[in-house]
């Protein structure tokens, strides 16, 4: 098995046993798990329960062009 970097900051989806679980981007993290005060909105379990993830592209070739930079139509 090879290692494999993650940018957690890239992560929008995983993917658990029942399907694709799609999160707010930045908000995946992976620590060591404990018990103790803490957001009453975080979600934790064992990273064995992560069948894989999904990361936004961070590549420029992979994003959409913006519309502010289509060139302006020609006035008729």
Do not use: K, Y
């Not at 799609?22 to 069948?51: E, K, Y």
């Amino acid at each position: 098995m090879t290692n494999t970097s993650i940018t957690t900051a890239t992560v929008v989806a995983v993917l658990l046993a029942d399907g694709w679980h799609r999160i707010v981007p930045g908000s995946f993290q992976v620590a060591p798990m404990s018990f103790g005060p803490g957001d009453p909105g975080v979600l934790a379990g064992p990273l064995t329960a992560l069948l894989a993830v999904r990361q936004a592209a961070t590549s420029r070739r992979h994003r959409r062009p913006s519309l502010a930079a289509a060139p302006a139509p020609e006035a008729a």
